[in-house]
């Protein structure tokens, strides 16, 4: 397919400030990737030439094109456990509500959930994820029928090696070739990780040429157990086992010393700052400006809807910005334009895709959203990137491209029928509760 996307206020996310971030223009799409960007309609005329007999145009007039968003850090199925258990600890929420009903999903209710959780988010321009769970296989497969982008990373846990064994060799062999769906591996935890079990996922990564999606220091109490048990922290600990001798993107990194974010830094390991989820569990604030102050890329994730409780990046960018400055009683601690580089080009770089995502330039992929800013919430229009982090809603959203396909068009998700996911997400939870 052929798309060219005319008369927009296009945001490319390239510029290396907010001075000048955006203008009114034109984004040329040729298959899976993005032809040319440009403020000049002989480029766009000369485009339309070329592609005369096959071109899908559309009208961006109102509208702001941007990249993609991408949420590092989610576990896409736990849409089906949403609201299941509020108002209670981590550790509680785990060990009490969430692992006894997941004990009783198996692949259908994790693929039945993921496609709930991944149209959510390509309602609101979300174009890439980045997933871990059990049965990621199904995950990838929700992914990739309906046309978003995805990085699932099977998750070892002590009490799952067998079936992670299983999960990522079927990953491997039914989606090596698929143009939206790549592995990681996903490592759950220092705490509910033995040293064995860690060693198998880090030896994996490295044998296999790919990445490492790990939880890490997201409270205290993990803190203070892997003191107890190992004399340092949890950074520390997975820097002595060999973590971070592989690419790796941390989840939450809310209790960090000095020391850790030195490490962090040093081995050059990407963050995805999840603000609500960590707010909801009473786990702390991550000290986000002291990371990118370190040089620590920091990208932006929802965590799972369970503990959030949407996947909404548009939400979570308001908050990470929001959130810093409160912390850090200084209003400039997350510009709005950091807060939207965390969104999109600081995701593209936690796993690997700098330059390919994230940003609208030739040669990238056409992973692409049109924002409707002709909202009573988004006037007047005095500063679009502020409007952007501190007035969009997901429902703004109004098309959203991934690799070149128009998979959400007028509001309408074009690659599956909301109405049925809906309603069989309502069912499999329903008979979870009873069971």
């Known amino acids: 397919m052929n798309i060219l996307i005319n008369n927009g206020i296009i945001l490319p996310m390239n510029a290396s400030n907010e001075d000048k971030p955006y203008f009114n223009g034109y984004v040329g799409i040729e298959g899976e990737r993005i032809a040319f960007v440009s403020s000049n309609p002989d480029e766009a005329k000369a485009f339309l030439a070329k592609h005369k007999d096959d071109c899908t145009q559309i009208d961006?007039?109102?509208?702001?094109?941007?990249?993609?968003?991408?949420?590092?850090?989610t576990h896409v199925a736990m849409a089906l456990l949403r609201g299941i258990s509020d108002d209670v600890p981590l550790m509680e929420w785990l060990e009490q509500h969430i692992w006894p009903i997941?004990?009783?999903?198996?692949?259908?209710?994790?693929y039945d959930g993921a496609r709930l959780g991944i149209l959510e988010m390509l309602m609101g321009g979300t174009t890439t994820f980045v997933d871990m769970y059990p049965y990621e296989e199904a995950i990838a497969e929700a992914a990739e029928s309906a046309g978003i982008r995805a990085v699932v990373s099977p998750c070892p846990m002590d009490f799952r090696m067998e079936h992670f064994e299983n999960d990522w060799r079927q990953v491997k062999k039914r989606f090596s070739g698929s143009r939206l769906v790549t592995m990681w591996m996903g490592p759950h935890a220092v705490y509910t990780l033995s040293g064995e079990h860690l060693q198998r996922s880090i030896s994996l990564s490295k044998e296999l040429g790919v990445g490492s999606h790990v939880h890490l220091a997201e409270t205290q109490t993990e803190q203070d157990?892997?003191?107890a048990q190992h004399g340092m922290s949890p950074t520390e600990y997975l820097e002595k086992e060999g973590m971070f001798s592989t690419k790796t993107l941390a989840a939450h990194c809310v209790v960090m010393s000095d020391h850790d974010i030195e490490i962090l830094a040093r081995h050059g390991v990407s963050v995805a700052h999840n603000p609500q989820s960590n707010m909801k569990l009473a786990s702390g604030i991550a000290p986000v400006r002291k990371m990118l102050d370190a040089g620590i890329n920091v990208a932006i994730g929802t965590d799972g809807a369970s503990?959030?409780?949407?996947?909404?990046?548009?939400?979570?960018?308001?908050?990470?910005?929001?959130l810093q400055?409160?912390?850090?009683?200084?209003?400039?601690?997350?510009?709005?334009?950091?807060?939207l580089q965390m969104a999109t080009v600081n995701g593209a770089k936690a796993i690997g895709r700098e330059g390919k995502l994230g940003v609208l330039a030739a040669g990238a992929f056409a992973d692409i959203l049109l924002v409707d800013i002709e909202k009573a919430h988004l006037y007047p229009h005095t500063n679009l990137i502020s409007e952007l982090v501190y007035s969009t809603h997901a429902s703004d959203v109004d098309t959203v491209i991934v690799n070149g396909?128009?998979?959400?068009?007028?509001?309408?998700?074009?690659?599956?029928?909301?109405?049925?996911?809906?309603?069989?997400?309502?069912?499999q939870i329903d008979t979870l509760m009873s069971k």
């Open 225 to 227: 157990n892997c003191m």
């Open 325 to 339: 400055k409160v912390a850090t009683m200084d209003p400039c601690a997350i510009p709005a334009y950091t807060a």
């Open 102 to 110: 997941e004990g009783k999903m198996g692949y259908q209710e994790v």
């Open 60 to 73: 961006a007039s109102g509208k702001v094109v941007m990249p993609g968003l991408i949420n590092t850090h």
């Open 307 to 322: 503990s959030n409780n949407d996947l909404d990046m548009w939400e979570e960018m308001r908050t990470a910005s929001l």
């Open 405 to 427: 396909k128009i998979v959400v068009r007028n509001r309408k998700c074009l690659s599956m029928n909301a109405a049925e996911v809906c309603a069989t997400a309502q069912k």
